[in-house]
Every structure is written in structure tokens, then in C-alpha cells.
């Protein structure tokens, strides 16, 4: 039976644009604060109640919109941004579809006032259920104030795919970072159940780089002046293009994306090209692994990059990729090589934070405490010389030539060596540590170099691997917990990820709304930095969620969970602690290589060194 075609009421067409506009309250705050912008406002407040999902209002002194134009602005497809292809091909306004407004109040209980120079009052107009009421008098000053409540309350199985209340927070904060870095000529506040989350004032137009010290002072106040201490400041012009901002030197890298902010024409975006050009930037000086951290502003003209990709306008596409590419990368690199640096970045950013935090919380106090040294005991040893005599079908392992296995502090002599070659085990037995990087182990072949972290590295993550597939990951409560400050979006995803993270052997508890304790982690990390390893799964965790971080993505994790695990260059292990891990290499599987496919180990037979020194010759 064949349906007969129609066309959808407009309520309909509009909810439908909103799942892909409005995903979640941040999408409408972006979108809103766009607006404002391109209204030319110089001062916008936000106040949220429930994550934005109760309530979500913004109110700018912009040129605000005429009486007659209120219901108008309600309409899809109604805008004041472009009026031909031409336009379009070029777009230098924030905003340009006419899609946003019109499903916003499609799926909420939308309230428009504004008030233009010129008239005596301001006017608003309301919706429910795409119905318009007619204009009536406000007390709106000059601007515009959009008031959205009670989010996707009548689409219900949409509304079930918002998070919680903190997560969405969250997110709305962190559009409202990016926002407000793109702009810092202009003031914004942020409010959150009534409580001032960020106060963020428009700086004063004294100074002929008023635009710069500007720049530098709101990134201090959004990213903290670690970020500002260990940064290049990045300045090119070549042709129509200008590439500038702050980019943190390697020293600063961190385990997330989360420091990265790349803005094309005022406008944040996340592009393939721009991405790529900025990794091979950092790539001969940044472990693959850390990600780079900056925030850097390309200035192009709009007819060259096309923002009208996808709704969200959060991917542009370059008309001519390849140069952009180039110029971004060579920017970028020539910065990073340039070890004189003091004075610029650095040091104006020093001078632009001497000056009380805008943050509230960024000020509290809170400790962190390295953790115990790698389980590596005479103990272990001493098991994991019985697991390889069993395996050898020799006993000799309990017991070294009629003597006890050395302890921790007993130092390394010829007694400790087995009498004779045959006696000796694959990955022989330590003789020294060489810098505080390399054991050197005697075989019956030779010489065994060994590098510590990277066969520690495999060890642990093998081990890993084996707990999680048996669901057993064994849990060392801290005798101190390790106290962090962490950003909401991570305070949210502890919130809401108490099982996974349970699973993976961390117990972390939320001490304020800026502040994560790690009261328990898996006993094999115990050689990691708490912060460090905990920072990681919560990324993970954020970024994929619990069931992809459980299952696809799982090996990953726990490759960089072993990375932070394993014992770390500079430490001194005693011969005990040698020997146990090279016994620990025998035992698994591909020790050979390390987490990323570098070799643990090298061998120089007893040939090989004669050769060297021509014995025999």
C-alpha cells in the first residue's frame, strides 16, 4: 500500500532542523551569542538554569530589531545576513542561514524582546508550539534578550538524549569559552543557577595594541597563565593571509585536545586541513601521543573559505587547501624552531595576568602526591623465578648457586651470577643501569641492553589487558588521595560514569564543582601519577563514552594507561629490581617491542664485541 506525498506543517519541518541546529542547549548558546555579535553588541551576559535546560537566556546591547521585525526574525530562512549567492559565496557574518531562531522555538518556549536606538520601549513576542503572540511593550533597554525554557519539552524522545544537568553545563561553558576567546573586545558574563561563573569585562580602547593586550589578557583568564608562561606567540601575514595567536611549546603538551582552539575569521572550527598542518608542525618535537596546545586566529578573505558545510557551521572547506596547509604548517613551525622567545609571548602574557583571576575557583587550593615505586620486590622475584624454573624444568632459580636472591639494598656481585653459562635465562641476568634509561644484563650469548620503561610499558599493558578480559583489575586504595583541578566537563563525566570507571579499577569522587579526587586506581599504575592517569580515562570516557572506551576504543586506553604506569627514566632500580623485570619480559607476550612498535631490547653476542676489539686478530 502506497502513502500518498505531502508537505510537512512548518512546526514539524522546524522541529526536524532542530535536531541538527539545537543538539543540545550549547548549540542554541552558540548560536545565540553569534547572533549578538553580529548585532555588533560590546557587552553580552548569559544566565543558564539546569545546564541551559530549564532555562537559557542572553541579552546583548546590540542595534536590536524593530517592532515589525520581531515576529519576522521568528520565521526560517529569515535573515538579515545575506540576500543573494553572492553573499553567501562570502560570508563574513557569524550567522547566515535564518535556521536557528525559527527551531529554537520549535522546540522550547521562546521569548524575543529587543529594543532598537531609535524607539521610546522595547517590544517581545512569544511561541508555544509555533504559535506567534502578537508584539507587546517591554522594559527591554536598548538591545535584544532571547529567552529560551524548558528545552525539546514538547519532543520528548528527543529530550531523553540530553545529558545530565552538569554535563550540559559543561558544554555550554565550553561554547562559551570559545566564543568569548574569539572576541576579546567585547565583555561577557556567564551566570549558572544564579551563581557568576565567569565575569569577563571588554578592555579599554587606550592603547594603540589595545586589540593584542586585549587578546592576551582574556586567554589568561580562560586558560590560566601556565598556558601563557610556556607559549610562542605566532605572527605571519603573507599575501591576503594573517595567521596569529599563542602556541604552547612542547614543554606544555598535554593528554587531551582539550587546550586546542582554532578560529578561521573569528569563527571556531575543527578542519581537517588546519589540523593536520598544525600536528606536522609539532611532530619532531612532540611525543606522539601529547597533544599540542594553542589558540590561534586565521584571518582569510570570506570569498576564499566556504562556511556553509554543515549546519552547525563548525567545518569550513578552503578553496585552495594546499596553500593553506603550507602556510599554517610553516607559520607554526618556524615559531616553535625559534629558541629566543622571552619577551614576546611569554612575557607579555606575565605582564597581561598581573591582576586578580576572573575565575572563582581556579585559586582553590589542592595537593598532589607521587605515588609509590614500581612493585618490583624480592618477593615477585623470587616468583617469578620459580615460574621460569617450572616452565625450564630447573630448580636452581629458588636459589642462585646455594645463595639467597640478592635483596633490594645488597650490592651487585659475581656471586649473584650462576657458575655457569648454561644456567643463565633468555634475558640473562642485570649487571648495571646505565643513565637511568638502560639495563645491562649478561646472557650466555653476551650483552642484553634493555630499555626499562619500554619493556616495563608492554608488561604492564599485557597485564592490563589480561585483568580486563577476566574483569578482575585489581584496586589499590590511596593513603592519601591525589586532589586535582579539573574543568566541568570532566566533573560531569565522573558524575556520570561511576560504573565504567569502577571497571577500569579508579575510584574518583567529585570535592567541589572544579575539583576531582582519586581516592583508589588499578595496582598496577601505581608507579603513575594519579592525576596524569586519571586525566586520561576521563577523556577517553568523554569523548567516546563508557561503551565505546570498553570496547573499541579499550586497547588504546590501556596503552596509554601502561605508558603512564611503567617506571620512568632517572629511576635507580636495584639489581633485585632488574632482575625481576627481565624475568617479567620472559613471561610476556610480544615484549619485544613496546606500546608503540619501538624495540625493548638489543643483543651483542660475544663475537660482536670481539670483533669490535679485534680480539683474536
Not at 400 to 419: M, R
Not at 559 to 567: F, I, K, Y
Request: hydrophobic share 40%; aromatic share 6%.
Amino acid at each position: 500500500m502506497s502513502s500518498s506525498i505531502r508537505v510537512l506543517p512548518d512546526l514539524l519541518i522546524n522541529q526536524i532542523a532542530a535536531g541538527e541546529v539545537i543538539e543540545r542547549p550549547a548549540a542554541a548558546l552558540k548560536e545565540l551569542l553569534e547572533n549578538s555579535l553580529d548585532a555588533g553588541a560590546t557587552d553580552i551576559s548569559v544566565q543558564l538554569e539546569n545546564g541551559g535546560i530549564k532555562l537559557l537566556r542572553v541579552r546583548d546591547n546590540g542595534r536590536g530589531i524593530a517592532k515589525d521585525q520581531l515576529a519576522l526574525a521568528l520565521m526560517r530562512h529569515a535573515t538579515s545576513k545575506i540576500t543573494s549567492l553572492d553573499d553567501l559565496q562570502s560570508v563574513a557574518s557569524m550567522g547566515f542561514r535564518g535556521e536557528a531562531l525559527a527551531s529554537m522555538a520549535a522546540v522550547a518556549q521562546l521569548t524575543l524582546s529587543s529594543r532598537t536606538a531609535d524607539e521610546a520601549h522595547g517590544w517581545k513576542v512569544e511561541t508555544l508550539d509555533g504559535r506567534l503572540n502578537e508584539a507587546a511593550p517591554s522594559s527591554q533597554p536598548p538591545g535584544t534578550t532571547v529567552e529560551i525554557r524548558e528545552l525539546y519539552f514538547n519532543t520528548p524522545a528527543r529530550r531523553k538524549f540530553l545529558k545530565s544537568d552538569a554535563t550540559e553545563f559543561a558544554h555550554c561553558e565550553e561554547a562559551f569559552k570559545r566564543i568569548a576567546l574569539s572576541r576579546p573586545d567585547v565583555g561577557f558574563s556567564l551566570q549558572h543557577n544564579g551563581r557568576t561563573v565567569w565575569q569577563l569585562a571588554s578592555p579599554p580602547r587606550l592603547l594603540d595594541e589595545w586589540q593584542r593586550d586585549a587578546a592576551l589578557k582574556r586567554v589568561a583568564a580562560l586558560l590560566g597563565d601556565e598556558f601563557g608562561n610556556a607559549a610562542v606567540a605566532v605572527t605571519r601575514q603573507a599575501a591576503n593571509l594573517t595567521l596569529h595567536g599563542l602556541a604552547a611549546l612542547p614543554a606544555y603538551s598535554r593528554s587531551t585536545r582539550d587546550a586546542q582552539y582554532f578560529f578561521v575569521n573569528g569563527r571556531f572550527v575543527r578542519d581537517k586541513v588546519a589540523s593536520h598542518a598544525l600536528r606536522q608542525a609539532y611532530q619532531d618535537i612532540l611525543h606522539h601521543q601529547r597533544h599540542p596546545a594553542f589558540v590561534l586566529f586565521l584571518e582569510i578573505p570570506p570569498e576564499q573559505v566556504d562556511v556553509n558545510v554543515h549546519p552547525a557551521k563548525s567545518e569550513v572547506r578552503f578553496r585552495e587547501s594546499q596553500g593553506i596547509h603550507q602556510f599554517i604548517f610553516h607559520t607554526l613551525q618556524q615559531a616553535l624552531a625559534t629558541p629566543e622567545f622571552s619577551g614576546s609571548a611569554s612575557t607579555e602574557f606575565a605582564e597581561s595576568t598581573n591582576k586578580p583571576d576572573s575565575d572563582p575557583h581556579r585559586n582553590a587550593a589542592f595537593a598532589n602526591f607521587q605515588q609509590q615505586k614500581i612493585p618490583l620486590n624480592a618477593a615477585q622475584l623470587n616468583a617469578s623465578y620459580q615460574v621460569w624454573a617450572a616452565q625450564a624444568g630447573s630448580s636452581e632459580w629458588k636459589v642462585v648457586s646455594g645463595k639467597p636472591a640478592p635483596t633490594d639494598n645488597s650490592p651487585l656481585t659475581t656471586d649473584h651470577l650462576p657458575l655457569t653459562s648454561h644456567d643463565s635465562p633468555p634475558m640473562g641476568f642485570a649487571l648495571a643501569q646505565l643513565s637511568g634509561v638502560y639495563i645491562l644484563a649478561q646472557n650466555e650469548q653476551g650483552l642484553i641492553v634493555v630499555d626499562m620503561h619500554a619493556a616495563h610499558e608492554r608488561i604492564v599493558y599485557e597485564k592490563l589487558k589480561t585483568s580486563m578480559d577476566a574483569e578482575q583489575i585489581a584496586t589499590q586504595p590511596l593513603l592519601i588521595p591525589v586532589c586535582f583541578q579539573a574543568d566541568t566537563l570532566d566533573v560531569a563525566t565522573v558524575e556520570a560514569e561511576q560504573g565504567a570507571l569502577n571497571r577500569l579499577g579508579f575510584d574518583i569522587a567529585p570535592l567541589s564543582p572544579t575539583t576531582l579526587a582519586v581516592r583508589a586506581m588499578p595496582v598496577l599504575l601505581k608507579q603513575a601519577q594519579a592525576e596524569v592517569a586519571a586525566r586520561e580515562v576521563l577523556h577517553e570516557l568523554r569523548e567516546y563514552g563508557a561503551s565505546r572506551t570498553l570496547t573499541e576504543r579499550r586497547n588504546e586506553l590501556l596503552a596509554s594507561l601502561a605508558c603512564h604506569g611503567a617506571v620512568r627514566a632517572n629511576r635507580i632500580l636495584s639489581v633485585t629490581e632488574m632482575n625481576a623485570l627481565l624475568r617479567e619480559m620472559e613471561q610476556t607476550e610480544r615484549s619485544d617491542q613496546c606500546n608503540h612498535g619501538r624495540p625493548t631490547w638489543f643483543a651483542l653476542t660475544m663475537k660482536d664485541l670481539d670483533k669490535m676489539f679485534m680480539r683474536g686478530q
